[in-house]
């Protein structure tokens, strides 16, 4: 039986989404946003070590670790045997959802719209990512989407920082938010791990008010 996204990700609202370049960050990386009090953690499969990098993390402990932009079924099987416990992608694709429900594993699709949002209910799913969240509108399409639809949770990602978080997690409709500010390219090049924390602990400390 498939898991539900709220029991992974255990009552977190705070979605970190990491693009991390090498596997020798994924520690150190893991470390960080466990101690900034990050629960869980986006590893999008856009890079090389993608794969290698959420294994690491998913074996640091610590952290309930996904894996994003999953474009095909196959993605989703390698990152499900590397130890995602949930799996977010982009858009809306009928394969990839079904070989995550065959897995076992929550999956997350992205939507921009009505339609995609009515795919989305009769694959029998009621969490998806609205994606990107701020070049679409933010919180007035958000709202405009979820009024039709009163059971779907949403987690919007795309443009979001720290200061417009909170505005989204008022919203009733939301589980949680995805985000890139608080482990961005330049921290991770940098190896600025405790700016990490920093920025993860500031994070977590807003979603809570």
Known sequence: M???????L???????????PSTATAGPLADALAAGGARSAEVTFR???AEQVLKTMAAHGGLTVGA???LTPEQAERAVAAGARFVVSPGFDDEVVAKCRELG???VPGIATATELMRALRAGLDTVKLFPAEPLGGLRTLRALAAPFPGMRFVPTGGIDAYRMAAYLADPAVLAVGGSWMATADHLRR?????IRRLTADAVERSRT
Not at 2 to 8: E, F, I, K, Q, R
Not at 10 to 20: H, M, N, S
Not at 191 to 195: I, K, M, Q, R, T
């Open 68 to 70: 994003g932009t999953v």
């Open 10 to 20: 255990a009552g977190a609202r705070l979605l970190p989404v990491l693009t991390v």
């Open 191 to 195: 190896g600025d791990y405790e700016e």
């Open 2 to 8: 498939t898991a539900d996204l709220p029991s992974v």
């Open 47 to 49: 890079t090389p070590d």
């Open 105 to 107: 594993v929550p999956v």
